[in-house]
């Protein structure tokens, strides 16, 4: 991650200095207005000359941080391959310029683990602001969602090959040393708690499957919020194999469990007072003999049969299970999952939106004002009667999916997660179009986004820290 | 069509007698319910006691010839319809709908309504009209005896006037529904755009302005996009404007009061073009018309009910096909709003229908709202399923005008996002825009699309565009819909004008 020093002055070196300049503002320099820079968000100049580069960084109206973290995204970004930079956020609110620099460390993260060192990148980042006693708790709790966020690209940037299901339990143990408790469930205690739907989809793979339970206490009486994660370290399909072309994306369908996991480490960074949980379901959905079938049926952990259809719609398999343990173990107050569960939600909206499912309509209503908050933006979608009436099966309690042409397989899959909420208030995320960047955007390069993290933090931060509350 | 009358009531002597029942009035019968449990010594009470009927809503319960004391001739069958507790319009069209197969195999039936305040016991027959609706033109050989017997309803009532009053207008309604479900239902090979065209023009003799344009006017008026979708069809395009000036009295417009504006896509065949479909389930694209035939439909409404109202509806018509003069892909059209488009996938045609018409409609009527309907994208199915169509609006209130009247009518909308990032899909290398933005979101690109057409640049269009691929059609039965063509959108865009539109 980004260094980031606070000062009150710039060093005297040649390192870039990006400044911010709201709408408005531009005129106070005097090459903006030959470069046609106004200060509209998204606007860069840089003053030409062979002393330190300037860089001018449009931030249009800045109505709330997101606004402000994108411009330290984008000026990052227009920076380039230099190894130290500076900001200069001087004269701005406190909560403005860390920000700013929560923006560029996002920006600036990169996979660099399996390259040959020697390419320059930033490392360093000067934040130069007039108190850097106001700035610091203000950019404690923003590094903290950035920490967390950076955690899930690390773990989806990594290989199958390296980040196999043990790899994957092993790291998040890791997560002890910031107070975080972590119980990994193996085969023996998944087959004592009856969770058939994980274990089945594990079967196939040489790397067992693994529940991961990672609990932050908070310091409030409360019951947990409980965030499910799909943590698929590999998904080939199973027996009903994927094609091959584009199977690479696939070492990213644990992405669910990465943003769960980023969160927690936010909460524990920040401290946060309302206790959290994270269940995540880990797994490696393989072509093995000892593969589950298309036709098998399952008994899952809350004892309801499934019929299995398609074996490559593992994760509401290894969700429903994980679901209900949640619901169980931990009688939580509310319980959001993320997975990269549907090709569907991706015809339905893209790489913008993520799709958002659930029981709670305050939770939903909660969940989305998160999203806007941190640029991880969601979309309302029904699960109808019709689309629960769709997966009656004929041996079992339901099938796992539905069986035709243009098939909602997005609501599908959300009603039938449903089935294993057990009541509890409970928002369903599908994130599978919005886990990895095509191209760069304002808070990533291409590659792992790191979607979840900083939104599950934000929800905590509004919604559920008011001590009063409880 | 199934003949629905309202009557005094009187103890039917054949056919079936229906008793529509709350719950909890199954024990307290009144009126001809009544009268049958008293001509046949209280058998009827018990009866449905003995069939554990309790009114609940979907609960019904047949006995079958029953013994009328002293011999008399009775109904061969009573029928006792549950309402369940609260007795909503919704509820009872549901009901109405649920007692047209239980009744199918009587010539007549009476329903026994006296209790039922007017506009419920109306939204009964209605839910029992639509679903009487049955397109069996082209049977011919089919047995007597498997047909649907049922000729005639009589609606038992001691308020026939105003029970008539709150008939009238829904009447309309379902001419208008029948009228969309028979445009859909009829094959390609009859249905092309001519026929249509001349089927619309035949609306005039409800009072609507019907004007026809080929290709030489279409041609004239630089519709370069429908025009390119038509090229490879044998069969010429059409449009159709049809207006219904309720508003002004069919006279001459007076103050310039804004039409409502529809607009249907009406691909009477879409094979896909260039860009073929694959050949399992493309008998389906018959109903790539059912946008066209929802605007008809609800402009038929508008016109049966004598509505308040100035609306226009307009409809693009062609066919889509594969042939040595058909569209590329890689082609550039241009489009009557001077915009070009790269044509990638001729299979994405409706949307360059819809450009052309779209545009024209604002050029020519000012609207003061646009609404088009289109079975547009697979995507939508793939998003939503067939529960909801998908709604897509540059404007909140319209929207919710929209959500909202389709809840009431049970044509379920969901609304979908629109986006700048989405629009960018849509950029080409060589024209203005590609006509498809590639799967992801393809729905919502395909909205974006239309919404390129939409010109806001001297002021506010409110638009909305209903993606009702999933929902024209059923594969299975539905309470007021049969199998089949649904009819989708009539009901919907006549309680919009209703609600906000009229007086």
Redesign the interface.
Same mark, same amino acid.
């Given at each position: 991650m980004l260094k980031l020093r606070l000062r009150r002055a710039p060093r005297e070196d040649a390192a870039p200095l990006l400044v911010p300049v709201v709408e408005g503002d531009a005129a106070r320099f005097p090459f903006a207005a030959a470069a046609g820079f106004t200060g509209a968000a998204g606007q860069v100049a840089e003053q030409p000359g062979p002393a330190r580069r300037l860089i001018l960084l449009g931030c249009g109206t800045p109505k709330r941080s997101l606004d402000w973290e994108e411009a330290g995204g984008l000026g990052l970004a227009a920076a380039g391959a230099v190894p130290r930079l500076g900001l200069d956020a001087r004269g701005l609110a406190p909560e403005a310029a860390a920000s700013l620099a929560a923006g560029a460390a996002l920006r600036a993260w990169r996979c660099d683990a399996y390259r040959a060192p020697g390419e320059v990148a930033p490392s360093r980042l000067d934040l130069i602001v007039d108190s850097p006693e106001a700035v610091l708790p203000r950019w404690a709790r923003a590094e903290a969602a950035v920490r967390g966020c950076l955690l899930a690209r690390e773990l989806v940037a990594m290989p199958a090959n390296r980040l196999t299901t043990r790899e994957f339990a092993r790291r998040l143990e890791t997560l002890a040393e910031h107070g975080i408790t972590v119980d990994v469930l193996g085969r023996k205690r998944l087959r004592r708690e009856g969770l058939g739907g994980l274990l089945a989809v594990g079967g196939g793979s040489a790397n067992p499957p693994r529940l991961a339970v990672l609990r932050w206490r908070g310091s409030v009486a409360a019951p947990p919020v409980a965030f499910i994660g799909k943590g698929l370290c590999f998904d080939t399909g199973g027996i009903s194999i994927k094609p091959a072309s584009g199977m690479q994306e696939m070492k990213a369908d644990m992405a669910g469990a990465a943003a769960c996991a980023g969160a927690m480490l936010a909460l524990a960074l920040r401290r946060s007072p309302a206790p959290a949980v994270a269940v995540l379901a880990i797994a490696e959905n393989m072509t093995g003999a000892a593969s589950y079938r298309p036709g098998d049926v399952l008994r899952m952990g809350s004892g309801r049969t499934v019929e299995v259809v398609d074996t490559d719609a593992e994760g509401r398999l290894v969700l429903a299970d994980a679901l209900h343990y949640a619901a169980t173990q931990f009688r939580p107050q509310a319980m959001l999952d993320l997975a990269t569960l549907t090709g569907?939600i991706?015809?339905?909206?893209?790489?913008? *939106?993520a799709g958002l499912f659930g029981t709670d309509a305050a939770l939903l209503a909660q969940a989305a004002a998160a999203g806007e908050m941190v640029g991880e933006r969601l979309?309302p979608? =029904?699960i109808?009667? *019709?689309?629960r009436e769709?997966l009656r099966s004929d041996i079992a309690d339901l099938k796992q999916c539905a069986t035709g *042409?243009?098939? =909602?397989?997005?609501?599908h899959a959300a009603a039938f997660l449903r089935e294993f909420a057990g009541g509890v208030p409970w928002a369903h995320l599908d994130i599978a179009?919005v886990d990895t960047r095509a191209e760069a955007g304002a808070l990533g390069g291409k590659g792992p986004s790191g979607f979840g993290a900083r939104l599950l933090d934000m929800l905590m931060q509004m919604y559920f820290e008011d001590v009063e509350r409880h | 069509m199934l003949d629905i009358a309202f009557v005094k009531p009187a103890l039917p002597r054949h056919g079936a007698l229906v008793l529509p029942l709350a719950e909890g009035a199954e024990t307290a019968l009144t009126g001809l319910a009544q009268a049958i449990d008293a001509a046949t010594g209280g058998a009827v009470l018990k009866a449905l006691a003995a069939a554990g009927f309790k009114g609940r809503k979907g609960q019904s319960a047949t006995i079958w010839a029953p013994a009328l004391e002293g011999g008399a001739p009775g109904p061969a069958k009573l029928v006792a319809l549950g309402l369940g507790k609260e007795m909503t319009a919704e509820a009872a069209e549901a009901a109405g709908g649920a007692l047209l197969p239980l009744i199918s195999g009587e010539r007549e039936a009476v329903i026994a309504a006296e209790a039922l305040p007017a506009p419920i016991a109306a939204s009964l027959s209605l839910g029992l009209l639509l679903r009487s609706y049955r397109f069996d033109r082209y049977r011919t050989t089919e047995k007597e005896e498997d047909k649907p017997k049922l000729e005639r309803v009589s609606v038992a009532t001691d308020a026939a006037s105003a029970v008539k009053a709150a008939w009238a207008p829904m009447r309309a309604v379902a001419d208008g529904v029948f009228l969309a479900r028979d445009l859909v239902s009829e094959p390609p090979n009859v249905l092309n755009p001519s026929e249509f065209a001349d089927r619309l023009q035949a609306l005039e003799s409800h009072g609507l302005v019907v004007e026809v344009l080929g290709p030489k006017e279409m041609r004239k008026l630089g519709f370069g996009a429908l025009l390119g979708v038509a090229q490879g069809s044998a069969e010429e395009p059409r449009m159709v404007v049809m207006q219904w000036n309720g508003a002004t009295g069919g006279k001459a417009k007076k103050a310039a009061q804004k039409p409502v504006a529809f607009i249907g896509k009406g691909v009477t065949f879409d094979t896909g073009g260039i860009s073929i479909k694959p050949a399992?389930?493309m008998e389906d694209m018959k109903f790539d018309m059912a946008g066209a035939g929802a605007v008809a439909g609800v402009m038929l409404a508008l016109a049966g009910r004598r509505a308040k109202v100035d609306a226009v509806g307009l409809v693009g018509l062609v066919e889509n096909m594969p042939s040595g003069s058909a569209q590329r892909p890689g082609d550039v059209v241009k489009t009557a709003s001077g915009q070009t488009v790269e044509v990638i996938n001729t299979d994405a045609e409706g949307r360059l229908v819809l450009a052309d018409v779209i545009h024209y409609c604002q050029q020519r009527f000012a609207p003061r709202f646009m609404v088009d309907l289109a079975t547009l994208t #697979?995507?939508i199915?793939?998003?939503?399923? $067939?529960? $909801?169509a998908g709604l897509f609006s540059n404007d909140d209130a319209l929207a919710q005008q929209l959500t909202a009247a389709g809840k009431t009518v049970g044509e379920a909308l969901?609304r979908?996002?629109l #986006?700048e990032?989405?629009d960018k899909?849509l950029k080409s290398d060589i024209a203005d825009m590609k006509n498809v933005g590639g799967?992801?979101? #393809?729905?919502?690109?395909a909205a974006h699309f239309i919404q390129r057409f939409v010109d806001t640049k001297d002021g506010p269009m409110p638009w909305a565009h209903l993606d009702i691929a #999933?929902t024209a059609w059923t594969t299975k039965d539905l309470p007021t819909v049969p199998k089949g063509a649904t009819g989708f959108g009539v009901r919907l865009l006549d309680r919009l004008v209703a609600e906000h539109y009229e007086g």
């Amino acid at each position: 991650m980004l260094k980031l020093r606070l000062r009150r002055a710039p060093r005297e070196d040649a390192a870039p200095l990006l400044v911010p300049v709201v709408e408005g503002d531009a005129a106070r320099f005097p090459f903006a207005a030959a470069a046609g820079f106004t200060g509209a968000a998204g606007q860069v100049a840089e003053q030409p000359g062979p002393a330190r580069r300037l860089i001018l960084l449009g931030c249009g109206t800045p109505k709330r941080s997101l606004d402000w973290e994108e411009a330290g995204g984008l000026g990052l970004a227009a920076a380039g391959a230099v190894p130290r930079l500076g900001l200069d956020a001087r004269g701005l609110a406190p909560e403005a310029a860390a920000s700013l620099a929560a923006g560029a460390a996002l920006r600036a993260w990169r996979c660099d683990a399996y390259r040959a060192p020697g390419e320059v990148a930033p490392s360093r980042l000067d934040l130069i602001v007039d108190s850097p006693e106001a700035v610091l708790p203000r950019w404690a709790r923003a590094e903290a969602a950035v920490r967390g966020c950076l955690l899930a690209r690390e773990l989806v940037a990594m290989p199958a090959n390296r980040l196999t299901t043990r790899e994957f339990a092993r790291r998040l143990e890791t997560l002890a040393e910031h107070g975080i408790t972590v119980d990994v469930l193996g085969r023996k205690r998944l087959r004592r708690e009856g969770l058939g739907g994980l274990l089945a989809v594990g079967g196939g793979s040489a790397n067992p499957p693994r529940l991961a339970v990672l609990r932050w206490r908070g310091s409030v009486a409360a019951p947990p919020v409980a965030f499910i994660g799909k943590g698929l370290c590999f998904d080939t399909g199973g027996i009903s194999i994927k094609p091959a072309s584009g199977m690479q994306e696939m070492k990213a369908d644990m992405a669910g469990a990465a943003a769960c996991a980023g969160a927690m480490l936010a909460l524990a960074l920040r401290r946060s007072p309302a206790p959290a949980v994270a269940v995540l379901a880990i797994a490696e959905n393989m072509t093995g003999a000892a593969s589950y079938r298309p036709g098998d049926v399952l008994r899952m952990g809350s004892g309801r049969t499934v019929e299995v259809v398609d074996t490559d719609a593992e994760g509401r398999l290894v969700l429903a299970d994980a679901l209900h343990y949640a619901a169980t173990q931990f009688r939580p107050q509310a319980m959001l999952d993320l997975a990269t569960l549907t090709g569907a939600i991706v015809t339905a909206l893209g790489a913008h *939106r993520a799709g958002l499912f659930g029981t709670d309509a305050a939770l939903l209503a909660q969940a989305a004002a998160a999203g806007e908050m941190v640029g991880e933006r969601l979309w309302p979608m =029904p699960i109808g009667t *019709r689309h629960r009436e769709d997966l009656r099966s004929d041996i079992a309690d339901l099938k796992q999916c539905a069986t035709g *042409r243009f098939l =909602p397989d997005a609501c599908h899959a959300a009603a039938f997660l449903r089935e294993f909420a057990g009541g509890v208030p409970w928002a369903h995320l599908d994130i599978a179009g919005v886990d990895t960047r095509a191209e760069a955007g304002a808070l990533g390069g291409k590659g792992p986004s790191g979607f979840g993290a900083r939104l599950l933090d934000m929800l905590m931060q509004m919604y559920f820290e008011d001590v009063e509350r409880h | 069509m199934l003949d629905i009358a309202f009557v005094k009531p009187a103890l039917p002597r054949h056919g079936a007698l229906v008793l529509p029942l709350a719950e909890g009035a199954e024990t307290a019968l009144t009126g001809l319910a009544q009268a049958i449990d008293a001509a046949t010594g209280g058998a009827v009470l018990k009866a449905l006691a003995a069939a554990g009927f309790k009114g609940r809503k979907g609960q019904s319960a047949t006995i079958w010839a029953p013994a009328l004391e002293g011999g008399a001739p009775g109904p061969a069958k009573l029928v006792a319809l549950g309402l369940g507790k609260e007795m909503t319009a919704e509820a009872a069209e549901a009901a109405g709908g649920a007692l047209l197969p239980l009744i199918s195999g009587e010539r007549e039936a009476v329903i026994a309504a006296e209790a039922l305040p007017a506009p419920i016991a109306a939204s009964l027959s209605l839910g029992l009209l639509l679903r009487s609706y049955r397109f069996d033109r082209y049977r011919t050989t089919e047995k007597e005896e498997d047909k649907p017997k049922l000729e005639r309803v009589s609606v038992a009532t001691d308020a026939a006037s105003a029970v008539k009053a709150a008939w009238a207008p829904m009447r309309a309604v379902a001419d208008g529904v029948f009228l969309a479900r028979d445009l859909v239902s009829e094959p390609p090979n009859v249905l092309n755009p001519s026929e249509f065209a001349d089927r619309l023009q035949a609306l005039e003799s409800h009072g609507l302005v019907v004007e026809v344009l080929g290709p030489k006017e279409m041609r004239k008026l630089g519709f370069g996009a429908l025009l390119g979708v038509a090229q490879g069809s044998a069969e010429e395009p059409r449009m159709v404007v049809m207006q219904w000036n309720g508003a002004t009295g069919g006279k001459a417009k007076k103050a310039a009061q804004k039409p409502v504006a529809f607009i249907g896509k009406g691909v009477t065949f879409d094979t896909g073009g260039i860009s073929i479909k694959p050949a399992a389930g493309m008998e389906d694209m018959k109903f790539d018309m059912a946008g066209a035939g929802a605007v008809a439909g609800v402009m038929l409404a508008l016109a049966g009910r004598r509505a308040k109202v100035d609306a226009v509806g307009l409809v693009g018509l062609v066919e889509n096909m594969p042939s040595g003069s058909a569209q590329r892909p890689g082609d550039v059209v241009k489009t009557a709003s001077g915009q070009t488009v790269e044509v990638i996938n001729t299979d994405a045609e409706g949307r360059l229908v819809l450009a052309d018409v779209i545009h024209y409609c604002q050029q020519r009527f000012a609207p003061r709202f646009m609404v088009d309907l289109a079975t547009l994208t #697979g995507a939508i199915i793939i998003s939503l399923g $067939h529960e $909801h169509a998908g709604l897509f609006s540059n404007d909140d209130a319209l929207a919710q005008q929209l959500t909202a009247a389709g809840k009431t009518v049970g044509e379920a909308l969901w609304r979908m996002p629109l #986006g700048e990032a989405y629009d960018k899909q849509l950029k080409s290398d060589i024209a203005d825009m590609k006509n498809v933005g590639g799967r992801p979101g #393809g729905s919502i690109t395909a909205a974006h699309f239309i919404q390129r057409f939409v010109d806001t640049k001297d002021g506010p269009m409110p638009w909305a565009h209903l993606d009702i691929a #999933g929902t024209a059609w059923t594969t299975k039965d539905l309470p007021t819909v049969p199998k089949g063509a649904t009819g989708f959108g009539v009901r919907l865009l006549d309680r919009l004008v209703a609600e906000h539109y009229e007086g």
